[in-house]
């Protein structure tokens, strides 16, 4: 059974940082692309950033570039996304995502496997 489990949100004040971690099991990591989507209250999903099976291609959505930082670690089998410069616009449930379609991936259509997600909340 595939598993998504993501970890490291929280209450974060505006300008400051946190780093979330998606472990993943059931599934030959290195095989998939790996995805970061968030979704604030009343808003729909949007994709955030991804990062290829080796970690050699990145993309980000534009609001976070510079920002925010997506890496892997398949020793491990977790994916992370480094935030630092938290806007309360960021607010919101992040999930992870795999896929071994990087374009599906990046859309967030027909994406293989999801997490649950973790709440990151800014406080002004």
């Known amino acids: 059974q595939v598993q998504l489990v993501e970890s490291g949100g929280g209450v974060v004040q505006a300008g400051g940082s946190l780093t979330l971690s998606c472990a993943a099991s059931?599934?030959?990591?290195?095989?998939?692309?790996m995805g970061w989507f968030r979704q604030a209250p009343g808003s729909a999903r949007e994709f955030v950033a991804a990062?290829?099976?080796?970690?050699?291609?990145?993309d980000y959505v534009d609001s976070v570039k510079g920002r925010f930082t997506i890496s892997r670690d398949n020793a491990k089998n977790t994916a992370y996304l480094q935030m630092s410069g938290l806007k309360p616009a960021d607010t919101a449930v992040y999930y992870c995502?795999?896929?071994?379609?990087?374009?599906?991936?990046?859309?967030?259509?027909?994406?293989?496997?999801w997490g649950k997600g973790t709440l990151v909340t800014l406080s002004s």
């Open positions: 059931g599934l030959t990591f290195s095989r998939y692309h």
């Open positions: 990062i290829s099976w080796t970690g050699g291609i990145t």
């Open positions: 995502a795999a896929d071994p379609n990087y374009s599906e991936i990046t859309s967030g259509y027909g994406i293989d496997y």
